[in-house]
């Protein structure tokens, strides 16, 4: 799904420029300007969608396979349940037809989106001052760290990916976690079964079963 439906958001994309649907398309501007703005909506967008899988129950149960694991590690970036990919595929479909995001904004943010998820879901660890400036305007390791504690008001945080103005934009950023890196834990506390967190079989059934507590 990873591969196939990318393809299909540019062929999308393809489809929109030639029948000048979409506001980007409305709009005399060249692509020096819709590419980068584009690109910057289409983030917004993805935080509102991520900020969306908290709120909603619904969502939430398809969601809660990204928080289940009590070890932060790159896999997270990968760790999606497929019902959440095809839902997320669909709302990003919407926002490229509505939006009318050019071909070359599609192919860069999705190289971008997957190259930030990869990096802030890693367990590396900047030194504090370049974190402090990066963090301005791209999501950190350690920024993202936050979003994966077992605090409630810890992971309804810090939904950015790429961009770390959104949060902070709409009232959604924690700086650093209450317990500090050192005693962050990881992961779900109403899930702490393994066969939650590390077999397939349980993965794959997480949204259709109620939290299992020892």
């Not at 289940?68 to 479909?93: A, N, Q, T």
Request: hydrophobic content about 50%; charged content about 15%.
């Amino acid at each position: 799904m990873k591969l196939i439906f990318p393809i299909g958001t540019l062929a999308l994309a393809h489809w929109a420029a030639q029948h000048q649907f979409g506001l980007l398309n409305q709009l005399p501007l060249s692509p020096y300007l819709s590419i980068p703005i584009a690109i910057v909506l289409l983030d917004c967008a993805i935080y509102w969608q991520h900020r969306l899988f908290h709120a909603i129950p619904l969502l939430w149960r398809v969601h809660r396979m990204h928080h289940v694991d009590p070890d932060y590690d790159v896999s997270l970036g990968l760790r999606f349940h497929p019902i959440e990919i095809v839902l997320s595929m669909l709302i990003k479909l919407g926002f490229i037809v509505l939006l009318g995001v050019p071909v070359m904004a599609v192919f860069l943010f999705e190289v971008i989106l997957n190259g930030m998820a990869m990096f802030n879901h890693s367990n590396l660890k900047l030194p504090l001052k370049l974190d402090a400036v990066v963090r301005k305007l791209l999501v950190t390791p350690d920024m993202h760290r936050v979003h994966h504690s077992r605090f409630r008001h810890e992971h309804n945080a810090n939904y950015g990916f790429n961009l770390s103005i959104w949060d902070r934009l709409f009232n959604s950023y924690v700086a650093q976690p209450q317990q500090g890196h050192s005693g962050l834990r990881f992961g779900l506390s109403h899930w702490p079964k393994a066969e939650d967190n590390q077999q397939l079989s349980g993965l794959l059934s997480l949204p259709f079963r109620s939290a299992n507590k020892k």
